[in-house]
């Protein structure tokens, strides 16, 4: 009688479990891949373009175009943990397409305020007026935002990642987790310059180890106690604070392609 191989309920749940690690094998090399060319592009468009607080955004298609790279970049790598585990229940592409859904939206918004700031010609908000207390109470305000309930219970969700019905429907509810997490980082880009590389490595390492790190909850303390320092400096000072490109200084710029 010739012998039948039979598939035991074990030989298939360790058969399942070695496929559910190549996809999230997999997904994290494509994410990752995806996050080390945003870098490159956004490194390469963006060099030499920082004027500092209040730099101009452009015409709207080459900030969405710069704004959906910068935002890939910055904020894939901490989501990785979150999609890669996902990626076992749905396409990790569709919910990567939701997550950076939301952050083009709040890009947007953005943009909006600055339209609405320069179109009335506020004098107010130039640097030799208001601007550095503007600057800094923006980046004060998103210090004392780390210590909210609202940062904790977004950066909790944010870390801990839920059962999805859907790709790009769970990537939009991660979005809204990670802005309500991350959004006043954002704002302390913004007014720091949105276009300086080193402002933006520094937000990006912040966000990544607020939400991947072990001791990522514990550490929006210390975030916040410096974010708080850096808005008074900010504002009393803004000269004496190393890589911030006072607008009008004579920091060498590239012409924006429009």
């Not at 990006?204 to 939400?211: C, G, L, N, S, T």
Request: proline share 5%.
């Amino acid at each position: 009688m010739t012998e039948h191989n039979v598939v035991t309920r074990d030989d298939w749940l360790v058969a399942r479990n070695q496929l559910r690690e190549e996809v999230q094998k997999r997904t994290s090399l494509l994410l990752l891949g995806a996050a080390g060319v945003a870098w490159v592009v956004t490194f390469e468009r963006m060099r030499g373009m920082d004027e500092g607080p209040g730099t101009d955004l452009g015409g709207l298609g080459w900030y969405l175009g710069i704004w959906v790279t910068m935002t890939a970049a910055m904020m894939l790598p901490s989501a990785l943990p979150h999609v890669a585990r996902l990626a076992r229940q749905v396409p990790a592409l569709g919910f990567a397409a939701g997550y950076l859904a939301v952050w083009t939206a709040y890009g947007l918004a953005a943009y909006g305020l600055f339209w609405v700031g320069t179109t009335f010609d506020i004098g107010w908000l130039a640097w030799d007026a208001a601007g550095p207390y503007v600057a800094g109470g923006l980046i004060v305000a998103a210090g004392l935002y780390e210590l909210t309930p609202l940062k904790h219970h977004s950066l909790r969700r944010c870390r801990s990642p839920e059962q999805t019905v859907g790709a790009f429907r769970g990537g939009l509810g991660h979005g809204l987790d990670c802005v309500g997490c991350s959004g006043g980082l954002m704002v302390v880009l913004f007014a720091l310059g949105v276009m300086s590389l080193v402002w933006m490595a520094i937000v990006a390492a912040i966000i990544f180890a607020e939400k991947v790190l072990p001791r990522g909850p514990g550490l929006t303390r210390v975030f916040a106690v410096a974010l708080v320092v850096l808005g008074i400096w900010v504002a009393a000072s803004p000269g004496s604070v190393p890589r911030l490109t006072e607008p009008g200084g004579s920091s060498p710029m590239m012409e924006m392609e429009r």
